[in-house]
């Protein structure tokens, strides 16, 4: 299988900002959750520092799984570690959705629940590309500027909420 040198400098620098990823929210401090994104949970609303707590602590336990993960391709193919992400940010994003959150971040948080999510779907996209005997170049293109997009998406909206904890997914 032979990949344009785009589509590998591209699928590199995916992997890399997953790398760092890795690295910046290691090293941030967490707290526990509980709750629903909906508000329909009982419990207390989380706000203000327990909020952030909060979703640091999902943001980092989705990084040290991503972090577990086989070495593509030694390890394990290109296209299972991109359904090992698929699936690790989808957790993220149910966990973000068991969160309940007050009037005042539910619009914000809703918009990071969904940007997780359609990170979930285009990582189990690339790793339907990267299955096929010979990837489509331009579908794999594709698909990688759609994750970096959401990445710097993500980032953008995480540090508008003050959530330090989940930045880190920027590709510079």
């Known amino acids: 299988m032979a990949m344009s040198h785009d589509t590998r400098r591209r699928l590199i620098l995916v992997m890399a900002a997953l790398i760092i990823v890795a690295l910046v929210l290691g090293s941030t401090g967490c707290s526990s959750s509980s709750g629903s994104g909906d508000g329909a949970a009982d419990g207390p609303e989380l706000s203000g520092a327990l909020y952030a707590e909060t979703m640091s602590e999902i943001c980092t336990a989705t990084t040290e799984r991503l972090a577990q993960l086989p070495t593509p391709p030694d390890e394990i193919s290109r296209a299972d570690w991109a359904n090992e992400v698929s699936r690790a940010l989808s957790a993220e994003a149910t966990a973000f959705d068991e969160i309940r959150v007050g009037e005042s971040r539910r619009t914000d948080h ?63």
């Open 110 to 172: 809703a918009s990071l629940i969904e940007n997780t999510e359609n990170q979930a779907a285009e990582w189990l996209a690339l790793g339907e590309v990267l299955a096929g005997e010979q990837p489509d170049d331009e579908a794999l293109a594709a698909v990688t500027t759609e994750i970096t997009e959401l990445t710097l998406g993500r980032n953008d909206l995480a540090d508008e909420m003050e959530l330090t904890g989940c930045l880190a997914r920027d590709l510079s």
